[in-house]
Structures are given as structure tokens and as C-alpha cells.
């Protein structure tokens, strides 16, 4: 199979196992799985699936020359996410809006009810191996370290969003080194730029405030419609058309799921703030709160013979990380 990856080029993909896992329903579902969440209505034509993030993920580690292992593990890390991403953590009360790891506490049971254990069984792949995590650093580490899963959203969403061009791209992926199984940046001028650039992201995509809308507004969507039977939570693990095709045959029957939906499509208008401009809280002048998790990397560079973090050795860097680490608190104000 040769795949061509908007973010690595072209591959070959030879192996049997990985061919398989690809083909597989659990894989190919992802293709209906926004990255992001639900984008669409704040920043158009940007959208990117969980398929593609997961092969890129694959890509990477096969391009450091990760194991192979590894390399499945990293294939099959996304496949218990709902539709619409980490929304789902803002719709089921066993996700965490806090730490956005709904995905994480179920991967485990959800990888068992699908046809990927079959697959790693008949090519003789342990199973139990392959969903424990501390067996694969360079695919998963907590934050603030630098990840496999983390390296490749933040190229992809910089190619997107026009944030990156082809040539950081494969500056960045020229600096790495894997050292004592963590991914180590050579020089402290390219560590500087991405930790710097992945502040920006983190600021004003992922926990901005178009996000925190995005969060609040798919959630309740959700979640009334599942306690009103609109919704199952099977239809959670569909694709994102499908449970927006189901609830859209619904709402003109129901005025509370199309005002739902109208503010989760952007058509009504908001306003989004963490705080008043005294640091005190304002919770009359809103309707809603909703705490969005923050990403934050502090990545190890090569530094006078030594390995460092980055917070050790540039103080904007230290300062910067320290403030944004803290998942941000948004109060919400809809103009119906």
C-alpha cells in the first residue's frame, strides 16, 4: 500500500498486520472523526480526522525507526474516542473536562469489543502488551514531555492552519533525537521555536475560546439528546455525519435540541471570558462555564554535552509554561 501523508510524503506500508489494522471498521470509523472536535463553524475548511493523525502517528514512529510494536500501538491509540473528539468529555459524566481523557479510561475495554484483537492474534502480536502504554515512550508520555502523538498534531495542525510550511516541518523533524527512549530536540533554537509555537497553538486553538465554545455547545448537544433518547450511546462510536444526520431529523420537533444545535453550528453569536478585569468572577453575566485543558510542552534539548528541559535553560520559555499549564475556566454568554 503506498499512502502519501500530507505531513511525511509518500510511504510504503508492507507489513501484513498494519494493512490489516488499516482496513479494519475500528480504523476506517475514524475517517468520520473530526481532530478537533467540530472546527468547522469557527475555522472553515480546516478540518483534518482522527484516521489521518493516526497513521501520521504510525508514520512518525516508523520514520524514527520506533518498534514495531510501538508502531501498532501508535496506529491503534485513537480508536475509543466518541464523535466529535474530546467533546465527548463534555457529554458522558466518565469523561474528565479537566484532563479530556474519556478515550484513555475506556481504551482498554473498547479495543476488546473490536476486531483488533483477532488481528494482533492471528500474527501472533500480544495483546495485553500492546494496550499498556508504559511500554511505549515515544508513542505516549504525560505532558509536558514530547510524544510521538503530540509531535505529530502539532505539524499537522500547523500545515493546516497555515502555521508551519513544509520546510519547518522537516526542520523540525531533522532536529529530533531519541535518546534513552524520549524524543530530545539537538539545538536549543529549534526547542525554543516549537515550544514557543506550541503555546500559540495551545492559546488560540486548543484551549481558546472558540474551543470552550465548541466544547460546551457539542456537549449539551449531546447529552440532552442521550437523556432525551434522541441519542444512544452506541451512536457515540458512529461518525460525527451520522449523529448529526440523526439528531437533524429531530429538531424541528424539538425547540431546545435546535437551539442546541444553532449554537453549536455558530449561528448564534457569544461571547467568552476567563475572567472580569478585576480577577473576579462574574457568573451572573453568563449562561454557562467550561473548563478546557491546556497543552503544554517543556521538551529536553541538548544543551553543552548536557540533556535539559527547556524551562532550565530559557527563562521566556519557564515563564510561559508555568502560566498556560493550568486547564483555563471559560464563562460562556449566548445573544439568542
Not at 522537516?170 to 532536529?175: A, D, S, Y
Request: some cysteine; overall charge positive.
Amino acid at each position: 500500500m503506498e499512502y502519501t501523508d500530507r505531513v511525511y510524503g509518500k510511504a510504503q506500508i508492507k507489513k501484513p498486520v498494519i494493512l490489516e489494522l488499516i482496513s479494519s471498521p475500528a480504523l476506517q470509523r475514524l475517517k468520520g472523526i473530526d481532530q478537533l472536535g467540530y472546527f468547522e463553524p469557527y475555522f472553515p475548511g480546516k478540518t483534518f480526522t482522527r484516521y489521518e493523525h493516526s497513521l501520521g502517528v504510525f508514520l512518525l514512529l516508523k520514520i524514527f525507526n520506533a518498534p514495531f510494536k510501538e508502531q501498532i500501538a501508535g496506529l491503534i491509540h485513537d480508536v475509543s474516542h466518541t464523535v466529535f473528539s474530546h467533546c465527548g468529555d463534555y457529554a458522558l459524566n466518565s469523561g474528565s473536562e479537566r484532563e479530556q481523557n474519556l478515550q484513555d479510561n475506556i481504551f482498554k475495554i473498547f479495543v476488546k469489543k473490536t476486531g483488533i484483537p483477532q488481528i494482533l492474534e492471528k500474527h501472533k502480536v500480544d495483546l495485553d502488551y500492546i494496550l499498556n502504554d508504559e511500554n511505549f515512550p515515544l508513542k505516549e508520555k504525560p505532558l509536558p514531555d514530547l510524544c510521538a502523538d503530540r509531535i505529530d498534531y502539532f505539524l499537522r495542525h500547523g500545515l493546516i492552519f497555515g502555521e508551519l510550511d513544509q520546510k519547518e516541518i522537516n526542520e523540525f523533524l531533522e532536529e529530533f533525537e531519541i535518546i534513552n527512549n524520549s524524543w530530545v530536540f539537538r539545538t536549543l533554537d529549534l526547542a525554543r521555536k516549537f515550544t514557543l509555537l506550541y503555546l500559540k497553538f495551545n492559546s488560540l486553538y486548543w484551549s481558546g475560546a472558540e474551543s470552550a465554545v465548541m466544547f460546551r455547545t457539542v456537549g449539551d448537544m449531546i447529552r440532552y439528546s442521550l437523556k432525551k433518547g434522541y441519542l444512544t450511546k452506541e451512536d457515540l462510536f458512529t461518525t460525527d455525519k451520522e449523529v448529526l444526520a440523526k439528531v437533524e431529523k429531530i429538531r424541528d420537533k424539538d425547540k431546545k435540541l435546535d437551539l442546541l444545535l444553532r449554537r453549536m453550528q455558530g449561528k448564534v453569536k457569544w461571547s467568552a471570558f476567563a475572567r472580569s478585569y478585576d480577577g473576579k468572577l462574574a457568573k451572573e453575566k453568563y449562561d454557562t462555564k467550561v473548563l478546557v485543558k491546556s497543552r503544554v510542552v517543556n521538551p529536553s534539548v541538548k544543551t553543552n554535552g548536557e540533556i535539559k528541559r527547556i524551562s532550565e535553560v530559557d527563562e521566556i520559555c519557564k515563564s510561559l509554561t508555568k502560566d498556560h499549564s493550568p486547564p483555563k475556566e471559560y464563562y460562556i454568554k449566548f445573544f439568542e
